[in-house]
Nanobody, 124 residues
Framework: VQLQASGGGLVQAGDSLRLSCAAS????????VAWFRQAPGKDREFVAA???????FYADSLKGRVAISRDNAKATVNLQMNSLKPEDTAVYYC???????????????????WGQGTLVTVSS
């Protein structure tokens, strides 16, 4: 199983950015997928998740500014981020799991497959 994240870069505050994660080696439609991020010196934190193509979940602090979507035919999961702020600067990781339960979608320990991360830097 491989997850390949892309789309990060240097943007200005207020800009939008779309991250993508391409999955291979798995029956993608059977998996829950999520995005996490880790800022310098901080723990990894939950951003958004799509539970088996049905329910979506968002970090309370990011609701209204981010949107997760998936394309099962292309085995990709995207994260649209709007109105970016300097505090959104982080490495963003995509993750996947077939066994995660709905009550655990926000926990990074629940995911067993991870992408390599893509760096998002938001300048003020």
């Amino acid at each position: 199983v491989q997850l390949q994240a892309s789309g990060g870069g240097l943007v200005q505050a207020g800009d939008s950015l779309r991250l993508s994660c391409a999955a291979s080696g798995l029956t993608f439609r059977s998996y829950s997928v999520a995005w996490f991020r880790q800022a310098p010196g901080k723990d990894r934190e939950f951003v958004a998740a799509n539970f088996r193509g049905t329910n979506t979940f968002y970090a309370d602090s990011l609701k209204g500014r981010v949107a997760i979507s998936r394309d099962n035919a292309k085995a990709t999961v995207n994260l649209q981020m709007n109105s970016l702020k300097p505090e959104d600067t982080a490495v963003y990781y995509c993750a996947a799991s077939r066994s995660v339960i709905m009550s655990s979608v926000t926990r990074d320990q629940a995911y067993n497959y991870w992408g390599q991360g893509t760096l998002v830097t938001v300048s003020s």
